[in-house]
């Protein structure tokens, strides 16, 4: 007796047939689609993310691979262009007028020939090589881009604490384009400094010779700081430094230093900042949101560790046993 195939069709008001195959009803149709269009839904925009968060990685690294090679190409970062405010009649300072071609030079001049560079752009013209007009910082504000290093960061202008004071002019950024794509804001500082000697504190600004706000996709989105927008900072005018911190966290409780390291290294690939990236992201305060004071892993001594206070711009030293909460950056 031979074998035969029953297949029972749903909707077929359980008769048995004996086809190979049965159809499906439109209803199980839309039903299907219409579940996998949800399970789409809610899997995609975090698919899409983690590409997309990948994508910025590996270009961030690639650009600050090329960068730290330029920079440390460069004999020196300093004295570049010209940067002078004239003094009006009646004594006035700042005077309306003022000659600044201190970033612009630096590029045209000194990172061209290291650098491979598409074109440059003046504080007027930012747009022209791709930079927005507005930015979402990393805790969700919403600013207009800096033009000019008082927009940025008001205490690189003029700062002080204690003894310690330090003022220059307000200069105009200038941008770039890379052969890559990336659009590459530029601050610069003619006057910075080398690092200093000693265990003293000493102000942050003088030694920030470069400040690079870099855009990984040009004007498209989401132009927010820490995702296609970030920083690269030159310290020091001479045996320069190149950091590129990418913050991970802000904690929300405030932690002495061994308990800030734990903090940051629970959180998976994180840690607390070195002396210079801290540094760095005091310079950028107004775009990461939300930084205070860092500690830092730079050790002082047995019972000391480098602490950044942005509000004033300085470097300083405390006790570890001081709590300050976490600023915690990725590996």
């Keep these: 007796m031979k074998k035969l195939n029953v297949l029972i069709c749903a909707g077929g008001g359980g008769t048995a047939l004996s086809r190979s195959s049965c159809a499906f009803t439109m209803a199980e149709i839309l039903l299907s689609l219409t579940i ?6 809610i899997t995609l925009p975090s698919l899409t993310g983690n590409i997309n968060e ?6 961030r690294k690639a650009l600050y691979a090329r960068f730290s090679q330029a920079i440390a190409l460069m004999p020196s970062l300093n004295g570049y262009g010209t940067l002078t405010e004239a003094v009006s009649a009646s004594g006035e300072t700042p005077a309306k007028e003022a000659v600044d071609t201190a970033a612009e030079t630096f590029v045209t001049e000194g990172l061209a020939k290291v650098l491979k560079i598409n074109n440059i752009c ?8 791709g930079i927005t007009n507005k930015l979402t910082t990393s805790n969700g504000s919403v600013i207009s881009f800096p033009t000019d290093w008082k927009e940025l960061n008001t205490s690189m202008v003029s700062a002080s604490y204690d003894v310690w004071s330090h003022s220059m002019i307000n200069a105009k950024a200038a941008a770039f384009e890379t052969q890559n794509g990336e659009s590459v804001a530029v601050f610069y500082n003619p006057t910075c400094s080398s690092r200093p000697l000693g265990t003293n504190g000493y102000m942050v600004s003088p030694l920030v010779c470069v400040n690079f706000v870099y855009d990984l996709n040009g004007s498209k989105g989401p132009n927010t700081y820490g995702k ?6 030159a310290l020091y005018s001479s045996d320069s430094q190149v950091v590129a911190p990418v913050v991970s966290n802000i904690g929300s409780t405030a ?12 959180l998976g690939d994180s840690r607390l900042t070195t002396r210079e990236e801290a540094m760095a ?3 950028n305060r107004s775009l990461v949101g939300g930084i205070g004071t860092m500690v830092t892993t730079t050790i002082v001594n047995s019972n000391g560790t480098v602490h950044i206070d942005p509000n004033c711009a300085m470097v300083g030293y405390l006790p570890k046993s001081r709590t300050i909460k976490p600023v915690c950056v990725k590996r």
């Design 54 to 59: 990948r994508t910025w990685n590996t270009q």
């Design 281 to 283: 992201l005091s310079v």
């Design 255 to 266: 932690l002495d230093y061994n308990a800030a390291t734990l903090y940051c290294r629970s």
């Design 122 to 129: 003046d504080s007027q013209h930012l747009a022209d090589c």
């Design 228 to 233: 296609d927008i970030g920083s690269i900072v």
């Design 36 to 41: 996998i269009g949800v399970v789409a839904a």
